[in-house]
């Protein structure tokens, strides 16, 4: 009995070693690639002589904001699938409630 429980310990002990190696690999290569982002990371963008500045360009746009470019932005409210979030007019909260009321006035008049 005791010879067969040897190799199984040893054999045991060596499965351990591999187990082990190969977690401080990866725990190694994560170390290396984190070092290696932060340090990238740190390092501001290169900019050529002449080139523009991008920060510039990225502020740019084609013609004006007008709520007829917005309406580029909605397919759906073109198509009348939904309603259109820009308004063209002012709202008036008082005037809409005035007209209600005098449609349901008129409505109860005629039953």
């Known amino acids: 009995m005791s010879m067969t429980s040897h190799p199984d310990s040893a054999q045991s002990m060596q499965r351990l ?3 082990m190696t ?3 690999m990866v725990l190694v290569l994560i170390g290396l690639a984190s070092a ?3 340090s990238a990371n740190r390092d501001g963008p290169v900019s ?3 080139a523009s500045n991008s920060i510039v360009v990225a502020n740019m746009t084609e013609g004006g904001n007008t709520i007829a ?4 932005d909605e397919p759906l409210a073109e198509l009348g699938v939904a309603p259109s979030t820009g308004t063209t007019e002012d ?3 008082a005037e809409i409630a005035k007209r209600e ?3 349901r006035r008129a409505a109860a008049a005629q039953k």
């Open 101 to 103: 009321a005098a449609q």
């Open 91 to 93: 709202v008036n909260a």
């Open 36 to 38: 290696i982002f932060t």
């Open 22 to 24: 190969g977690l401080a």
């Open 69 to 72: 470019d917005k309406g580029k």
């Open 48 to 50: 050529a002589i002449g």
């Open 17 to 19: 070693r591999v187990g």
